[in-house]
């Protein structure tokens, strides 16, 4: 029997592991079945995949489907049921995995869906189908699929025994240096209403020493990104120390030096001790994402969220204080009884936290989750097309909800990107608005989908003047310095660049005193605000944490004074 396993990913940077576990558990539990995995993205076309699956002339496929991919996965189900009828088609991933009936009443190209973890019941399945076993009669957990009786739907599987290694040769010719994913553990601790994570089962921790053994392969495989996808990494505090302590002592050595680490965390049980290891971590080596959701306590009861907020805030900033550790944190809109400004509260302590990223998200109403299945519990309207993200709530409304959406628009290309954090300071200072408030009147532009940096440095620019006690040159001195810091060519754009008759004296008296290092590229800038002369040079990497360079300054009667002609 010829298997593939396939699935869309999001983007091309990214790899997938479920298909990976899947082949795992056939070549230990059904090592006759001859089996290949087939990754594409949602950025091709659907055919794309659909003909390497069709090379491959498969009995059964198994696409892993999400709410990004769900679209391509079904047009693609459809055409391989076309070209070739006879092929089984079995869907698994919680897109499916909690409305299987629903899938199979609606997608007939679809024979059987595999609810929950897969490693065994695919391998059931395919043994039950070789050996001409009635599906109906069978007990396979998870297998959901249509019977004479109608559709039968069964609870989600759920593994109790570590899943076997997915980490084959072929795996590591398929990643080629993608950001690749690793779990030592399966489960959630906690059941927040929005999310499917606590519908996984209880934390199961995998052996450690196999665990690290993993992890050495996967930071050896020319990946620049490896993320744990531990739901809580920390629900488990001694554990965590250990795994942190151990990439601390090999990093350098056995995990090379250019890997960074991602782990997803609950902030607020962070115990003295991570604080000291993760201070000592080598600058880069490790990010965080911590999902605050907010900072209003009824909504976090509301979603069953346990959080304490004041030691949320104070441990964020006690990771923050180094500066080594790339810092993401979470914030979703929509959530029940936060309106527009309560949000707004939310967004401005986020900020106040001085993390490398905010993502503002938008709640989605997954299925399974409790948020979709009490609505009575939880009334709000929400798009019924994947990925069924809230349109309004009693507590918020449609505008509303827009108008953060451009407020995101603007968080990510100013402040998340690191292009214009200087930028953001100065009109925070000079403004008195709140971030929030900021953001939001930065927002008030229609910006064009897609635009390049220069034209968004001018767009940005002429909507900054607009603001309240902005001043023109300070304002342009802090464009100027985050564009120097934050890009490799050293040239202004356009909207900052001034015509300056010194501006050739000025570099010979910087080049001078501070001699230009051979071959290296070096950006000079004109402040006139702070009257200084500002000069990068490039021979240096970027700061790993904040994606920027080192900027010098010196001030312009410094120069003056060593350059004859003034």
Request: hydrophobic share 35%; with cysteine; net charge neutral.
């Amino acid at each position: 029997m010829k298997l593939a396993l396939a699935v869309y990913n999001s983007k091309y940077i990214h790899s997938s592991l479920a298909p990976w576990c899947l082949a795992a558990g056939l070549k230990q539990y059904a090592p006759w079945v001859e089996c290949r995995v087939h990754e594409g993205t949602i950025n091709q076309p659907v055919e794309r995949l659909v003909e390497q699956i069709l090379r491959q002339q498969p009995d059964m496929v198994g696409f892993a489907v999400y709410i990004w991919n769900r679209t391509h996965t079904m047009q693609a189900a459809k055409q391989l049921k076309q070209q070739l009828p006879q092929c089984k088609i079995i869907l698994g991933g919680p897109e499916v995995s909690y409305n299987a009936a629903a899938v199979l009443q609606e997608v007939p190209q679809v024979d059987y869906i595999l609810s929950g973890e897969g490693e065994e019941s695919l391998p059931a399945l395919c043994n039950a189908i070789k050996n001409h076993t009635d599906l109906e009669k069978v007990d396979i957990e998870g297998l959901c699929l249509r019977t004479a009786q109608g559709i039968r739907v069964s609870q989600p599987a759920i593994l109790h025994d570590p899943p076997p290694d997915p980490y084959t040769q072929e795996y590591f010719d398929a990643l080629q240096g993608r950001i690749c994913y690793i779990e030592t553990t399966r489960g959630c601790p906690y059941r927040c209403a929005f999310c499917l994570s606590g519908r996984c089962g209880p934390v199961r921790c995998f052996e450690l020493e196999e665990m690290k053994k993993r992890i050495t392969k996967l930071a050896q495989s020319g990946t620049k990104t490896l993320k744990f996808v531990d739901r809580t990494f920390n629900a488990n505090p001694a554990r965590a120390t250990e795994i942190w302590q151990w990439i601390a002592q090999e990093y350098g050595k056995s995990l090379p030096a250019d890997v960074c680490f991602h782990f997803e965390i609950a902030g607020d049980i962070l115990k003295e001790e991570h604080f000291d290891l993760l201070a000592a971590m080598p600058v880069g080596a490790v990010q965080l994402e911590i999902g605050l959701q907010s900072f209003h306590e009824p909504t976090l009861a509301a979603i069953h969220r346990k959080t304490n907020c004041k030691k949320l805030a104070e441990n964020i900033r006690r990771l923050a204080r180094p500066q080594n550790i790339h810092l993401h944190i979470d914030l979703i809109a929509g959530l029940p009884l936060e309106t527009y400004s309560i949000f707004a509260d939310s967004f401005n302590i986020a900020f106040s936290l001085e993390p490398q990223m905010l993502q503002l998200g938008f709640l989605k109403l997954l299925h399974g989750a409790d948020m979709r299945e009490l609505p009575q519990e939880y009334p709000c309207r929400f798009d019924p097309a994947p990925p069924y993200q809230v349109i309004d709530t009693p507590w918020i409304d449609q505008n509303e909800l827009h108008k953060l959406h451009k407020i995101e628009d603007v968080v990510e290309k100013t402040y998340n990107s690191g292009r214009f954090r200087k930028t953001i300071a100065y009109l925070l200072q000079a403004s008195g608005y709140t971030p929030f408030e900021l953001f939001e009147r930065l927002s008030d532009c229609e910006i064009p989908e897609k635009i390049g940096l220069d034209d968004y440095t001018a767009l940005l620019f002429e909507q900054a003047l607009q603001l309240p006690k902005i001043e023109q040159e300070a304002l342009r001195d802090a464009m100027c310095t985050d564009r120097m810091e934050s890009n490799g060519t050293g040239k202004l754009p356009r909207c900052l660049h001034r015509e300056d008759k010194s501006l050739k004296a000025y570099k010979t008296a910087l080049n001078a005193r501070f001699p230009q290092p051979n071959s290296t590229k070096r950006g000079v800038a004109v402040l006139y605000a702070s009257k200084q002369l500002l000069w990068v040079d490039y021979d240096q990497p970027a700061h790993p944490v904040t994606g920027r360079r080192k900027a010098n300054r010196i001030a312009l009667d410094d120069l003056r004074k060593q350059t004859e002609g003034f």
